[in-house]
């Protein structure tokens, strides 16, 4: 199995930053892509960010150029980041974790708030 534990997330105001991180433990040997998703209430859970274990990334328009994932893959976990700049009231979710197993399935870390207001 996969466990995920996000951290970072909080209360900012437009135009500030945050840093979200995502520890992946357990069986990571299994991971390939991961992904940073975000869920508005009352909307669907949407990719944000995405990063394949080549470290090759995609983006959904609305961050691009704002936002940044990257990944560090250590002996025994991996660790993915994502770097938000530029905030928007629009960013304001909850905010995933995703992680692509060879075990089948995505395993999901507990979320993380993401609040952007003045």
Same mark, same amino acid.
């Given at each position: %199995?996969?466990?995920?534990?996000?951290?970072? &997330? @909080?209360?900012?105001?437009p135009g @500030?930053s /945050?840093? /979200? *991180?995502?520890?992946? +433990? &357990?069986?990571?040997a299994s991971?390939?892509?991961? @992904?940073?998703?975000?869920q508005?209430?009352?909307k669907?859970r949407? !990719?944000v960010?995405a990063?394949t *274990? !080549?470290g090759s990334?995609?983006?959904v328009d +609305?961050?691009?150029?704002r936002f940044t994932i990257?990944?560090?893959?250590a002996?025994?976990t991996v660790?993915v980041? /994502?770097q938000?700049? *530029?905030?928007?009231?629009e960013?304001?979710?909850?905010?995933?974790?995703?992680a692509d197993?060879?075990?089948g399935?995505?395993r999901? &870390?507990q &979320?993380t %708030?993401?609040?952007? +207001? +003045?």
């Open positions: %199995q996969v466990q995920l534990v996000e951290s970072g &997330g @909080g209360l900012v105001q @500030g /945050l840093s /979200l *991180s995502c520890a992946a +433990s &357990g069986s990571i991971i390939y892509n991961m @992904g940073w998703y975000r508005s209430p009352g669907q949407e !990719l960010a990063i *274990s !080549l990334t995609n983006y +609305s961050v691009k150029a990257s990944r560090n893959n002996k025994n660790t980041y /994502l938000m700049i *530029s905030l928007k009231p960013d304001t979710a909850t905010y995933y974790c995703g197993t060879t075990l399935g995505r999901w &870390g &979320g %708030q993401v609040t952007v +207001s +003045s």
